[in-house]
Structure formats: structure tokens, C-alpha cells
């Protein structure tokens, strides 16, 4: 459950910081003065959207901290993604600047805004004041009862599966009217394949073969240059490597009587060496050097049809291997996609995997569709719709990617009425009743610890007001319960109440949050009754209500 919540320089709250309890808690205040504030910054620790406007005015940055007590499958949850934190609770942070930058920290590591969404839908379910108003359009009550039965994992299978079928329908579209288009592309393609499979181009034989010309061609002056070479080095009258010899039979008896001499010769050893080596390498790379005309035209007539090759299809000789592999690749995709029959096999697979899925999923929600509106049609009658009854429709639909069903709310206002669309029957009182029903029921399906619903209790007042504070008050006898109410029926209820101000302090308007005693409630619960103005008889009908618990 959320234990805590810590607000610095967020909208209008300067600094703020409030403990929860299990059990119901309300907030309530005047208009305006920032009720839903707390909420929009808990959505925002739970990665909502931020942006620059969540900023105070002359402050630099927005500052949200929520901590929530965990469980056993939470904190392995955590653990698994190295996010562990003191034992039994966890900490998301949010810290926004005034750019509208912001970053994200669960337990006081690094995180993303993502990552706060998905650890948040372990932790909360919020319903908010406008929820009713999806009971009017046909996509939000699909939406509401694929969430109460929590088919959701279900509608994005079969959305997948709608995806792949309609994919390889427009494929097999495309093959039956493009068949011309594709033989001309196969047939250019098959050419330019042939061409170059004739030369047999192997990975890396163009530049071998380029070197090859090339020592071929200058055969004459390789053998005569490293010949001369050789001569110079070693085995002409004057060579190096006999004056080399000379000198060291001069020096090393001058050596011997001058041990500075001996580097001196230990170098001109060195060199002498080296001579003698290069000079037997370069004689014998002269002597397998060939003179092969032959061999040299035949090099020359390949590189020749190689290049024209190349050049008529545009492209570079070092290209011509990979060139030839991806045409392959593609002359197998364009059989493939002329094989028609083989297509529309995979056409039907994928139909009746389609049809599988939403068949699965239409009998999934045509029981949950019974389920809630049993369950909702109960809660009418104790929000003071006695008689009043909604009946959920499924009729079958044209296939789409939310499946093969058309869903609507239909409503019986009153006993023995007949059920009517819900847009076309439903008072604004009656709808914000059946939103709440559907919400509560949702709550009770939806395993997490902490339920808030902002203004749901909107449009309706009385004994079904009372009614609604009856019912937050048991749902918050097992779970977590935050609501944000305007009704004292419902405020009274409560087991925690915190009051929510506004006042101008130093020029600037600041809200202020603070939990209630006895004492307190009493007074806010008969502003609630009463207005701005509190009397005798305002406070003696909310120490009544508050009795009533």
C-alpha cells in the first residue's frame, strides 16, 4: 500500500509531505484548491507524462517521492532487476526541471519513465472522475470489460494474429494482380544473374588477378633488376660483400689491440650478414620469376571480360560476388512469391489462427460480460437505482483487430423497462452510478493493494452518496482505499481524512495539505454540508454523519 507521499515545489505546493494508513481515506477541500494536485503527482512517480508546467513558479525543479510497502512477489520483482531496497518497501522517484526534463529512480537507482509504469500497475489502479464518460463510446466498453475479466493479454494475441493474417492477405493481393510486374523483375533479374555467374568470380580473384598482369607484364624488367641487384651485393668482382670482408680482415687484428674497435666490427659483421641474405633472396626470386606470355594474355583477356561485365551491369568488379549472392536471394523471394498456391495456404493458417484466438477470446468476454452485469446490476440497486439493470451485449462483428465482437451497454433504467443503449437513456447521475459500479468491480478483480478513485462519486448525492461512502468504506476493509470526494456522505466514511487548502502567502498562491482529527473533520465535513458559512446545525448534522461509522 502507499505509505507515504513527499511533494517539493510541484504546481502550487510549495513542500508537503504525507503518511497513508490502510483502510478508506478522503481528501477533500474547496474548488481549486489542489485536491487532484496529490493525485497528478502520484501518477507522475508512477511515470506519467511530465513536463515543464508541473513546476512551481520561480522554482527549479519538481520533486515527487511515493514509497509503497511490498510483497514477497514485489520484492522478488525487484530483486530480479537489481532494484532492491530497504526490506518491505519500495521508493519511486520523480524529479522534473523547468526544461520539462526529468529522470526517474526506484529505491534511489537510475530508472526510466517505463519502468516506473510497470512497477506502478503493481502497485495502484487509479479510476479517475471522467471514467463514466468512456461508458458512452462503443471502444470504451470493450475496453472496461476486457480490463474487469483481464483479457487484455488475450486482445493483444489475437490483435498480433489479425496483423499477421492481414499482412499475408495484402501479399497474396499483391502476387495476384503484380504477376506480370514480377516476371518482368525476375526475368531482368535472371539475366543479370547469368551474366555474371558465367565469369565464376571468386571472393578476392580480381585483385589477385590485377597483381598477377601486373607482375607478368613486367617480368623482363623483375628478373634484370633484382639480378643486377644480387651481382651488386655479392657476386661481382667489386661487391659489397667482398669489400666487406676486406675491411673486416683489416680490423679485427686492430681489434684485438683496441677492444673500442670491437662494436665497430660487430656492426660491419652485422652488415655483411645482411648482404649476403638479400643477396641470396633477390637471386632467388629472379630465378622463379617467369617469363610466361601465355599465361600473361590469358590473364589479360580475363580482367578484360571481367571489367566489361561489370561495367555494362554498373557496378564494380569487387562488387560481382556479392552482387551475384543477393540476386540469388532475391530470384528465391520472387519464386517464392509466384508461388501462389503456397501463399494461400499460409493465408488460410493464418485465418484460422486468427479465428481460434477471437473465437477463444468472444467466449471469454461473452462470460465476463454476464459476470459484470450481474455484479454491476447489484451495486444499482444499493446506489439507489432499485430495478435498474445493465445488460452487456455481444453480438458478433465483422473480424478486427480487437476481435469478432461488437459490444454494447444497454440499460434498464427502472424495473420492467426494457434494455436501451446507455448513451441514449442514462442521466448524468445514472451514469456516474454505473462508472462507479464498474469501477469497484474492476477494483475488486484487479489484485493490487491500493485503489483511488478521483471525484467517481461525481453527479449523485443523498442516500446514494451514502450508499457510495458504505461501499468505499468496505472495499477498504481489505484494501487500500484513496478517494478525492466533494460529498460529506461519503467523507464521513472514511477511516483517515486529509483537507486540502489553498491560501496566497508571500504573494503567490500555495496549497497546503494536513491530515484531520476528530475535531477537524467535524468542521470540514460541515463546509461540506454547509458552504462557506459553518453552523450549529451544520456541525451537529456532520458530528451525526461521522456518528453513523
Not at 51 to 69: L, N, T, Y
Not at 92 to 119: H, I, K, M, Q, W
Not at 199 to 211: I, V, Y
Request: glycine share 8%; with cysteine; charged share 25%.
Amino acid at each position: 500500500m502507499l505509505l507515504s507521499l513527499r511533494l517539493r515545489d510541484f504546481v502550487i505546493v510549495d513542500e508537503a509531505e504525507l503518511e497513508f494508513d490502510a483502510g478508506f481515506t478522503v481528501l477533500s477541500g474547496e474548488t481549486g484548491a489542489g485536491k487532484s494536485i496529490l493525485l497528478d503527482a502520484l501518477g507522475l512517480a508512477m511515470g506519467g507524462r511530465a513536463d515543464a508546467g508541473v513546476v512551481r513558479e520561480g522554482a527549479q525543479r519538481a520533486d515527487i517521492v511515493a514509497s509503497f510497502s511490498t510483497t514477497p512477489e514485489l520484492e522478488a520483482w525487484l530483486a530480479e532487476r537489481e532494484l532492491s531496497g530497504d526490506p518491505g518497501s519500495v521508493m519511486l522517484r520523480r524529479v522534473v526541471d523547468g526544461e520539462g526534463r526529468s529522470r526517474a529512480f526506484v529505491n534511489g537507482s537510475p530508472g526510466t519513465a517505463a519502468l516506473l509504469r510497470e512497477l506502478g500497475e503493481r502497485l495502484v489502479d487509479i479510476h479517475g472522475q471522467h471514467a463514466a464518460q468512456s461508458l458512452l463510446r462503443a471502444h470504451g466498453q470493450r475496453l472496461l470489460l476486457d480490463g474487469f475479466a483481464g483479457l487484455d493479454e488475450q486482445v493483444r494475441e489475437v490483435g498480433q494474429a489479425w496483423s499477421a493474417w492481414r499482412a499475408l492477405a495484402r501479399s497474396l493481393e499483391e502476387a495476384e494482380s503484380g504477376q506480370r510486374e514480377l516476371a518482368l523483375e525476375r526475368e531482368r533479374l535472371a539475366w543479370q544473374a547469368e551474366e555474371l555467374g558465367r565469369l565464376r568470380l571468386e571472393p578476392g580473384e580480381w585483385q589477385e588477378l590485377n597483381e598477377e598482369q601486373k607482375r607478368l607484364a613486367h617480368a623482363a624488367s623483375l628478373i634484370e633488376g633484382t639480378q643486377g641487384a644480387a651481382e651488386a651485393l655479392a657476386e661481382s668482382d667489386d661487391a659489397l660483400a667482398g669489400r666487406l670482408h676486406q675491411l673486416l680482415q683489416r680490423l679485427r687484428p686492430l681489434a684485438a689491440i683496441d677492444s673500442r674497435l670491437g662494436e665497430a666490427v660487430e656492426l660491419i659483421e652485422s652488415a655483411a650478414i645482411q648482404i649476403d641474405e638479400a643477396a641470396s633472396t633477390l637471386s632467388a626470386y629472379a630465378s622463379r620469376v617467369d617469363l610466361d606470355p601465355e599465361r600473361l594474355n590469358q590473364a589479360e583477356q580475363r580482367i578484360s571480360a571481367i571489367f566489361d561485365t561489370a561495367r555494362r551491369l554498373r557496378m564494380s568488379p569487387d562488387d560481382i560476388p556479392q552482387t551475384l549472392e543477393t540476386l540469388h536471394q532475391r530470384l528465391a523471394e520472387l519464386d517464392a512469391a509466384q508461388d501462389i498456391d503456397a501463399l494461400r495456404t499460409r493465408v488460410q493458417a493464418a485465418r484460422e489462427a486468427y479465428d481460434r484466438l477471437a473465437a477463444a477470446l468472444s467466449t471469454a468476454r461473452r462470460k465476463a460480460a454476464r459476470r459484470l452485469s450481474d455484479g454491476v446490476s447489484t451495486h444499482l440497486a444499493q446506489l439507489g437505482m432499485a430495478g435498474g439493470r445493465l445488460t452487456i451485449a455481444c453480438e458478433p462483428s465483422e473480424p478486427s483487430a480487437a476481435g469478432i465482437d461488437a459490444i454494447e451497454f444497454l440499460v434498464s433504467a427502472h424495473a420492467g423497462s426494457s434494455p436501451r443503449p446507455l448513451a441514449r437513456v442514462a442521466s448524468g447521475g445514472e451514469l456516474s452510478r454505473i462508472g462507479l459500479a464498474i469501477s469497484v468491480l474492476a477494483a475488486q478483480a484487479n489484485p493490487v493493494p491500493t485503489l483511488i478513485f478521483d471525484e467517481a462519486d461525481a453527479g449523485v448525492g443523498g442516500a446514494v452518496a451514502e450508499a457510495i461512502g458504505e461501499l468505499m468504506r468496505r472495499l477498504g476493509g481489505d484494501r487500500q482505499v484513496l478517494c478525492v470526494t466533494h460529498l460529506p456522505q461519503v467523507a464521513s466514511k472514511a477511516h483517515h481524512h486529509y483537507r486540502v487548502s489553498k491560501a496566497l502567502e508571500g504573494g503567490r498562491t500555495v496549497s497546503r495539505i494536513e491530515p484531520l482529527d476528530r475535531g477537524a473533520r467535524v468542521e470540514e465535513v460541515a463546509r461540506m454540508l454547509g458552504g462557506a458559512e459553518i453552523t450549529a446545525t451544520t456541525r451537529k448534522h456532520a458530528r451525526e454523519l461521522l456518528a453513523q461509522v
